[in-house]
């Protein structure tokens, strides 16, 4: 089974700033990568598939990169809206559709 | 819009079963795969299993092998998750999500189903 790591567990940052979260995977993907967002008290929301596709109605703040083993989710000039829990998933080797632990992103 | 509507909280006792629903509107089930994804209190998302079209019948993570069955009624547009011989680690939110035929990531999503399972 493949294991998805992501990093750092939590990211401090301000307003305005721009944020680069990190996951890696113990296989190679190809691009069958997706990112998702969870508000607290909220829904999962897909971002991103495919490593880099933004989903129907995601900002062009966020922005996907990466392929094989290594992936980044870059969210440009952070809104108050964004600071949340992040979660990788691969579906490479599916089933099972595995997620990373989360990276949380919060207020500096 | 494809929407997802799940049946309300639920409280059980240590060894009962359980079974969640998940209505589907703006598409048919018969189009969409239907996966279920749980998180237990401050932890993270747990696939639990889903419709696999290749095999042509639903999967399972092998963790709930045996104690989970996910069936879905085309007629109704309606899914279900059942879980039996529930312990306090079972005590979690319990999303259903979609995703289209044969690409494993979920683009929609239920509501979310509280299940606690306690004495």
């Known amino acids: 089974e493949i294991v998805m790591t992501q990093s750092p567990a939590t990211l401090s940052v301000s307003p305005g700033e721009s944020a680069t979260l990190s996951c890696r995977a113990s296989q190679s993907l190809s691009n069958n990568l997706a990112w998702y967002q969870q508000r607290p008290g909220q829904t999962p929301r897909l971002l991103i598939y495919?490593?880099?596709t933004r989903a129907s109605g995601i900002p062009a703040r966020f922005s996907g990169s990466g392929s094989g083993t290594e992936f980044t989710l870059t969210i440009s000039s952070l809104q108050s809206e964004d600071f949340a829990v992040y979660y990788c998933?691969?579906?490479?080797?599916?089933?099972?559709?595995?997620f990373g632990q989360g990276t949380k992103v919060e207020i500096k | 819009q494809v929407q997802l509507v799940q049946s309300g909280a639920e409280v059980k006792k240590p060894g009962a079963s359980v079974k969640v629903s998940c209505k589907v509107s703006g598409d048919t089930l018969t189009e969409l795969s239907i996966h279920w994804v749980r998180q237990a209190p401050g932890e993270g998302l747990e696939w639990m299993g889903g419709f696999d079209h290749e095999a042509g019948e639903a999967v399972y993570t092998q963790k709930l092998e045996g104690r989970v069955t996910m069936t879905a009624d085309t007629s109704t547009d309606i899914a279900y998750m059942a879980l039996s011989s529930l312990t306090s680690d079972d005590t979690a939110v319990y999303y259903c999500?979609?995703?289209?035929?044969?690409?494993?990531?979920?683009?929609?999503w239920g509501q979310g189903t509280q299940v606690t399972v306690s004495s």
């Open positions: 495919g490593a880099s």
């Open positions: 998933q691969q579906y490479n080797n599916w089933p099972p559709g595995t």
């Open positions: 999500a979609t995703s289209a035929p044969f690409m494993y990531y979920f683009d929609y």
